[in-house]
């Protein structure tokens, strides 16, 4: 009986020094999807990001009918690269798309047609914790109240 306790307890600290804890840094942290919820007059604005640890980035934006879970279509959809910097999340973005119709507020996703963008940068200010991020208004920009992006996977 000693020896059975014996060999759990060798083989459980074996197993615990085994084990190497990969370094936290930011871009380890922040990869994953995020979202962030804008709720509007008659739609829910819903902005997800893949950040994917490559470097790569894709985002998009997403319409649903109040208080429901299911996308109506797409308004934009967006292709890029990211960095992480001090406390910000920089986003640039290489490829850009919005509704083929321009009279649309949102369509299926095979109906966006590619814009030019300018590869367009954009900051998010990261919380210390990692746990939410906020988009940095620009000098020039009309921004609505900051929505945290929260990861969800």
């Known amino acids: 009986m000693m020896n059975k306790k014996l060999l759990y307890l060798i083989a459980s600290v074996l197993l615990l020094l085994g084990c190497s804890d990969e370094e936290v840094t930011p871009e ?3 990869t994953g999807t995020w979202q962030s919820v804008f709720h509007l007059e008659d739609y829910d604005q819903v902005s997800t990001f893949e950040i994917i640890p490559d470097g790569t980035i894709k985002g998009s934006v997403t319409l649903r009918q109040k208080g429901s879970r299911v996308d109506l279509g797409y308004s934009s959809e967006f292709i890029g690269i990211y ?11 290489n490829q850009f798309s ?21 590869k367009t940068i954009r900051e998010y200010a990261i919380e210390s914790d990692f746990s939410k991020f906020y988009y940095r208004c620009g000098v020039n920009e009309s921004c609505p109240p900051p929505k945290p992006f929260i990861k969800i996977d």
């Not at 960095?83 to 973005?93: N, W």
């Open 98 to 118: 919005l509704p083929a119709d321009s009279k649309l507020q949102y369509s299926d996703k095979e109906l966006l047609m590619s814009v030019e963008d300018g």
């Open 83 to 93: 960095r992480v910097e001090d406390s910000k999340l920089i986003i640039t973005r």
């Open 28 to 30: 380890r942290t922040i």
